[in-house]
Nanobody, 120 residues
């Protein structure tokens, strides 16, 4: 089994900053892509940012220039630094990882989610 544990999140005023972190553990041979998704009430889950094992990043248009994703391959962690936050950024944020397990399977895993609330 593989577990993704998120930390960070919380309540912040508009224009403020917040950092999220996600740590992967368990039967991991290697981690391919890692990323963050979010889901606001009444909306579909959407991709926020992703990063490959080689460090190539991809961002949703709505967060470009405000959010930075990074990862530490040695520690199996991925971070999301969010600046200039807006009320529209309010959502539950989920960590996601594409993992090759120790038994050779390629699996997609999710964290439990962490709430980010941006007040106006």
């Amino acid at each position: 089994q593989v577990q993704l544990v998120e930390s960070g999140g919380g309540l912040v005023q508009a224009g403020g900053s917040l950092g999220l972190s996600c740590s992967a553990s368990g039967s991991i041979h290697s981690i391919n892509h890692m990323g963050w998704y979010r889901q606001a009430p009444g909306k579909l889950r959407e991709s926020v940012a992703s990063i490959t094992s080689g460090g190539t990043t991809n961002y949703a248009d709505s967060v470009k220039g405000r959010i930075t994703i990074s990862r530490d391959n040695a520690k199996n962690t991925v971070n999301l630094q969010m600046n200039s936050l807006k009320p529209d950024d309010t959502a539950v944020y989920y960590c996601n990882a594409g993992v090759t397990t120790t038994w050779g399977a390629r699996m997609n895993y999710w964290g439990q989610g962490t709430q980010v609330t941006v007040s106006s």
